[in-house]
T-cell receptor, first 111, second 112 residues
Framework: RKEVEQDPGPFNVPEGATVAFNCTYS??????FFWYRQDCRKEPKLLMS???SGNEDGRFTAQLNRASQYISLLIRDSKLSDSATYLC????????????FGKGTRLSVIA | DADVTQTPRNRITKTGKRIMLECSQT?????MYWYRQDPGLGLRLIYY???????NKGEISDGYSVSRQAQAKFSLSLESAIPNQTALYFC???????????FGSGTRLTVV
């Protein structure tokens, strides 16, 4: 089983739609979780951390399900500018190992 | 100025040439990383360093070497470039794994 798995997409949604991505991780000892956004040919940028109780930042909501080992990202009222690849990122089980990146889910928001 | 600066931004080089990609940061982070990204393969870790005296291989270190010249500088070298090293290379920094990474803008390398 891969360490971090994401549906590659693409998800093609109309403006204003709500879209959700899931990501599963294999290491039950993972402690920290993030969603990154990457535009084409640009560097990944931190979108939001994912907290155990779930967290919201404007139109974006992230949730963690430790029992089932997945995290999710919900985008409400999609904008054209939300079109990007969204990377799921998790820690491994110790403080001295690099983060593990998923391959990303591509989102296209269509007018 | 960017927090994490990579040079050059683009480079075309010939097979067999030695090339160095440079990364410098002003964030004061101890941890630095080099990744390559290829279409469909996601980010793959080449090398990482947790301080000036610490160098660790990532999942695809063959054909690459690194130097951590200072806390703020981490260079990646391709001793003898080959075409399958054509990729987008990213440097990243971190103050700890619970805080995520900050990436540089990337170096697009083409080996012909």
């Amino acid at each position: 089983r891969k360490e971090v798995e994401q549906d590659p997409g693409p998800f093609n949604v109309p403006e204003g739609a709500t879209v959700a991505f899931n990501c599963t991780y294999s290491n039950s000892a993972s402690q920290s979780f993030f969603w990154y956004r990457q535009d084409c040919r640009k560097e990944p940028k931190l979108l939001m951390s994912v907290y155990s109780s779930g967290n919201e930042d404007g139109r974006f909501t992230a949730q963690l399900n430790r029992a089932s080992q997945y995290i999710s990202l919900l985008i409400r009222d999609s904008k054209l500018s939300d079109s990007a690849t969204y990377l799921c990122v998790v820690t491994q089980n110790s403080g001295n190992t690099p983060l593990v990146f998923g391959k990303g889910t591509r989102l296209s928001v269509i007018a | 100025d960017a927090d994490v600066t990579q040079t050059p931004r683009n480079r075309i080089t010939k097979t067999g040439k030695r090339i160095m990609l440079e990364c410098s940061q002003t964030k004061g982070h101890d941890r630095m990383y080099w990744y390559r990204q290829d279409p469909g393969l996601g980010l793959r870790l080449i090398y990482y360093s947790f301080d000036v005296k610490d160098i660790n291989k990532g999942e695809i270190s063959d054909g690459y070497s690194v130097s951590r010249q200072a806390q703020a500088k981490f260079s990646l070298s391709l001793e003898s470039a080959i075409p399958n090293q054509t990729a987008l290379y990213f440097c990243a920094t971190s103050s700890g794994q619970n805080y995520g990474y900050t990436f540089g803008s990337g170096t697009r390398l083409t080996v012909v």
